[in-house]
């Protein structure tokens, strides 16, 4: 009787483990936000990584643009270009340095990060700066004005999430 028992208590371990396992993936349901962080870098100085809050975070499944608020660097001249990173996903899936301010572009930067998933899952994530279309510029006449203002800050950069 002894056995049968214990062989019934390391079963129901097994189970509860797998299960757990199971809860700890990464897995996401369409809607979902995907937490992001971001790091800058300015005259070769770095910031921490910084939480991006919610609402400028992609969604999981979910084509999406969103403007995103890029703080000031300490001791900004305007003289170097100023670089952002980003992590994505609970899998802290890496996005390297993205030049924004000061491309030698007369251009209002956007940035295009593509998210590729399966069932679940993330898979990989790209991005790279794109010049903003004109339609956008357009209809963002503000974000012109900000962008080339050297007092203006946070600067607001147009993220677009593609699925």
């Not at 199971?22 to 809607?31: D, E, F, L, P, T």
């Not at 979902?32 to 070769?44: E, I, N, T, W």
């Not at 996903?89 to 993205?98: S, T, V, Y």
Request: glycine share 8%; net charge positive; aromatic share 12%.
């Amino acid at each position: 009787m002894g056995i049968p028992t214990t062989a019934m208590l390391l079963l129901l371990v097994v189970v509860e483990v797998i299960g757990m396992m199971g809860m700890a993936s990464a897995s996401y349901r369409v809607g979902d936000l995907v937490p992001m962080s971001r790091m800058g870098q300015y005259h070769a100085m770095r910031t921490n990584w910084h939480d991006i809050l919610g609402h400028h975070c992609p969604i999981f499944g979910v084509n999406r643009e969103v403007l995103l608020p890029i703080p000031k660097p300490t001791g900004y001249t305007g003289a170097d270009a100023y670089k952002i990173s980003f992590q994505v996903g609970r899998e802290k899936f890496f996005i390297p340095w993205l030049l924004v301010i000061n491309r030698k572009s007369p251009e209002i930067p956007m940035i295009d990060i593509h998210l590729r998933f399966s069932g679940s899952d993330i898979h990989g994530v790209t991005a790279k700066v794109v010049n903003m279309p004109r339609q956008y510029v357009d209809s963002h006449e503000d974000l012109l004005k900000e962008f080339w203002d050297p007092e203006h800050w946070p600067k607001r950069i147009l993220v677009r999430y593609f699925w």
